[in-house]
């Protein structure tokens, strides 16, 4: 790697760490603030759901349509859906959150084995979606240093994470969403 690769790499690292570290913390915090029961008057985002499920699925068909982007020789159009799909993950983290600051959370009712199976996906989905922040960040900067070697070798373990990620997002909403109270 040479001298400028390093330099940029270097100059993003200690920000991949303390946003890989922050960003599931601040979560975490703020899933558990309910402004509601904090006494502010402000409605329950119900209708917030379906759209940040979509957006996963949407992010499920970005990263797909990025790694044909990159097979056949478009690097731009790579380039391009990556930051969009980087861009699509932001923006549900947003709805994700701003829902659940403003809703009770909805109790699975699901029974049987299908409550295993539910509980499994969301385990791991939710497990995979902390682990992938450095792994999508560290990806990117990769590519930003123009690593492309150590991109590439990085993309194939992000790849597959971010894609469960994105398509057990919608699995989840899926599975939950008849126990909505709207």
């Not at 509601?36 to 985002?45: A, E, H, N, Q, S």
């Not at 209708?47 to 990025?66: D, E, H, K, Q, R």
């Not at 991109?151 to 899926?174: D, N, Q, S």
């Amino acid at each position: 790697m040479d001298t400028t690769a390093q330099n940029i790499e270097k100059k993003y690292n200690v920000w991949i760490v303390i946003l890989s570290v922050a960003i599931p913390l601040v979560v975490a915090l703020l899933f558990g603030v309910n402004l509601r029961k904090l006494g502010y008057d402000v409605k329950p985002l119900s209708f917030l759901p379906p759209i940040y499920a979509t957006i996963n699925g949407l992010t499920a068909v970005v990263l797909m349509s990025a790694v044909w982007a990159i097979k056949n020789g478009k690097q731009k159009l790579h380039e391009n859906l990556m930051k969009f799909a980087i861009g699509l993950s932001v923006s549900f983290l947003a709805m994700y959150v701003a829902y659940h600051m403003t809703a009770d959370s909805t109790p699975y009712g699901g029974e049987g084995i299908i409550r295993y199976v539910y509980f499994f996906i969301l385990i791991t989905h939710i497990s995979l979606s902390v682990i992938i922040i450095p792994f999508v960040l560290f990806t990117y900067v990769r590519a930003l240093s123009k690593s492309f070697v150590r991109h590439k070798k990085l993309a194939r373990i992000t790849y597959p994470m971010w894609l469960y990620v994105a398509v057990t997002g919608v699995i989840v909403y899926l599975m939950i969403s008849p126990y909505y109270n709207h």
